[in-house]
């Protein structure tokens, strides 16, 4: 109504506005003496506007003269705009009418930098115009550098040099003598101060910054130590922006059961791109498009993130300032690279993939194929399709009772190298299994014995020990330092979900059917099991999270990894019986709660995913060479970059 009553007021100011105007019009043509005649050489000339700072204007050529006089121009035509360049009063009453009869356009949304890009075109395009953006800052950042005008105790500090990590800085400057520099961001608490001493004696110093609160004036103490032991200390402040909508709508919270044994780093999110710490303060983000696989701490220090279209990835390689160092081409089939990256020996990765769309193997399944792509030279070295090594036509219970889907019939979520063979994990499958790189073939199978075929029984691994239990649609099998030093055995942890636990109970399915039971309360562990790998058997030797029961539940996702301090880090997204969360648990290895962080949203809806949640250290040995004026090394093939009209077959 409100909206109604302001256009009727609208309507009637114009109305009254036009009366005015009409009278005005009139007046002004029976006071024809205020309107001048046209002259003999014709109307006078309209003052053009002038473009902002134009280039200086091109001279015409000189036109002669006209001999013959010009004809007379006809008299102006009267109207309201004439008559009110005659009245400023009535100027004044249409401008006012004007602007309120013009709809106000909406204001442009503000882009999105975490938002998908679509066509693999456009992704090449939003790098490469960040690279060379990214060139332009190394310039600057050098040229201040080499000015001589920062010192130690005045050094040029540049807050997120790069555009894409606000709670990072470089600060710039020089040293008398070589010396070492080492960081410190105080924190709220001692717990959540972040040093970092960097290890080579210089004079001229790009130094990484990390740690940084958002919304605050940060105290960060640079220390110089030179050759001969003398030391200087000199402190500077930095002011740090608001949080960016985006996480601003998360809430964390933490609990620190017994916060002398936290294991010390942040806690780093694989799909939102942040890390906070022990209190659940955000320490780093990262403000750039990527999908939510993350390969942290690849090469000792940097990740690596793909951005995807079209059966089609760029990996990039990022540090923690958010400048691109390499890129990566790999053909990844209808869902990308679905799941994970990791790293082998020497640098190379390996890739979850998918037959479909791939271009490389033949099939429409997804999810069930490895690549190898070397990281010299970008090229796709080695690959194995699991349709032709496990099972295909196996009906787990997660096929028959829950995932329903024939061409995801293996959902290959997690790769891990070890020794000369990978271990995966098969989340639609219920099962673990290593085989050898690149030969594919068998050593176990770790999972229920449920509807195997005779060729693949001879694989499955036998459980022995009291307390035993199989993983069921389980996450990110990682392989553990040998705990009992015997060659024959291969330590693993796991997060298992705990999907259709119950399934092949038959006979407790039937009571529950017939409502003589009830259903058991789900819930999911970390796991930590022991392979004899000659004797093929299988006994578990730890696990965390039965005595959670549901309120530790995850249906999917989840990761795990054991700390430097010996304790066991488990993270699991909660879909059920609750408005979505997540929950980052520290276990000591006598199975005591050491601390957790719970993320859940203030929005209405709800709305949270994490994939998965990692304990890393913010500073690593790659940040002692940013490699501030390097370029960044382009793996992606040359034909991939013709294709899209980025380089021609005469050059670059």
């Not at 200390?233 to 002011?239: H, L």
């Not at 295909?392 to 790769?415: C, P, Q």
Request: some cysteine; glycine content about 6%; proline content about 7%.
């Amino acid at each position: 109504m409100a909206s109604k009553t302001k256009r009727l007021g609208q309507l009637s100011l114009i109305a009254i506005a036009l009366l005015i105007a009409g009278t005005a019009a009139f007046r002004a043509l029976t006071r024809r003496e205020t309107i001048p005649e046209p002259s003999a050489q014709g109307p006078p000339p309209v003052e053009q506007p002038q473009a902002p700072e134009p280039a200086p204007p091109v001279q015409p050529e000189t036109v002669p003269e006209a001999t013959a006089a010009p004809l007379a121009e006809p008299e102006p035509e009267q109207t309201a705009d004439s008559a009110a360049s005659l009245d400023p009063i009535l100027g004044e009453i249409l401008s006012a009418v004007r602007a309120l009869a013009t709809p106000t356009p909406e204001p442009e949304p503000t882009p999105d930098p975490n938002a998908p890009i679509d066509g693999f075109q456009e992704i090449l395009r939003y790098v490469y115009e960040q690279i060379e953006k990214q060139a332009s800052v190394d310039a600057d950042l050098l040229s201040e550098l080499d000015s001589g005008a920062y010192t130690f105790s005045g050094p040029l500090i540049v807050v997120d040099p790069y555009g894409y990590a606000p709670l990072t800085a470089a600060a710039a400057f020089e040293t008398a003598e070589p010396s070492k520099i080492s960081v410190l961001v105080q924190g709220k608490t001692p717990a959540a101060d972040i040093a970092f001493e960097f290890d080579e004696y210089r004079t001229k110093h790009i130094v990484p910054i990390y740690g940084l609160y958002a919304d605050k004036l940060n105290t960060v103490t640079l220390t110089a130590v030179d050759k001969s032991g003398r030391i200087s200390v000199t402190s500077v402040e930095i002011r740090t922006d608001a949080l960016p909508e985006r996480l601003a709508k998360f809430v964390i919270t933490t609990y620190a059961a017994q916060p002398d044994k936290y294991s010390s780093g942040l806690n780093f999110s694989s799909v939102n791109k942040y890390a906070y710490d022990i209190n659940g303060d955000y320490r780093w983000i990262i403000n750039d498009r990527g999908a939510a696989v993350t390969y942290w701490n690849y090469s000792e220090g940097t990740y690596i993130c793909p951005m995807e279209s079209a059966n089609q990835s760029l990996l990039v390689e990022r540090n923690t300032l958010g400048k691109y160092l390499r890129l990566w081409y790999a053909p990844s089939g209808g869902v990308g690279i679905h799941h994970d990256i990791e790293e082998m020996p020497g640098g190379n990765l390996l890739l979850t993939t998918s037959s479909a769309g791939s271009g490389i193997i033949v099939g429409d399944t997804c999810e069930d194929v490895v690549l190898e792509l070397d990281a010299q030279t970008g090229e796709i070295v080695n690959y194995l399709d699991f349709i032709k090594i496990l099972q295909r036509f196996r009906m787990s219970l997660m096929i028959a009772n829950e995932a329903g889907v024939n061409w995801d019939w293996l959902h290959m979520n997690k790769v891990t190298y070890h020794n000369g063979s990978i271990v995966i994990s098969s989340r639609h499958q219920s099962t673990v299994a290593k085989v050898t790189w690149p030969q594919g073939d068998i050593e176990w199978i770790l999972g229920s014995h449920y509807a195997w075929s005779p060729y693949w029984q001879q694989f499955l691994l036998t459980p022995t020990g009291d307390n035993f239990e199989w993983q069921h649609a389980q996450h990110f099998p990682i392989v553990l330092p040998d705990f009992d030093e015997n060659p024959d055995t291969e330590d693993i942890m796991l997060f298992d979900n705990g999907n259709q636990r119950f399934a092949e109970d038959f006979e407790l399915q039937r009571q529950i059917q017939a409502n003589e039971a009830a259903a058991p309360e789900n819930y999911s562990r970390i796991v930590h099991y022991r392979i004899d790998e000659k004797a093929m058997t299988v006994e578990q030797v730890w696990q965390y999270g039965k005595e959670r029961g549901a309120e530790w539940f995850a249906s999917r996702c989840g990761n795990v990894a054991l700390l430097d301090n010996g304790s066991r880090i488990g993270s699991c997204i909660i879909e059920s019986g609750a408005p979505p969360h997540s929950i980052l648990s520290e276990v000591s290895e006598s199975g005591e709660l050491v601390w957790e962080a719970y993320t859940s949203t203030k929005d209405a809806k709800s709305t949270l995913y994490e994939y998965r949640a990692y304990r890393e250290p913010l500073y690593r040995n790659s940040d002692n060479d940013l490699r501030v004026g390097e370029s960044t090394i382009n793996l992606v093939p040359r034909d991939i970059l013709m294709k899209y009209g980025f380089i021609t077959e005469e050059g670059d």
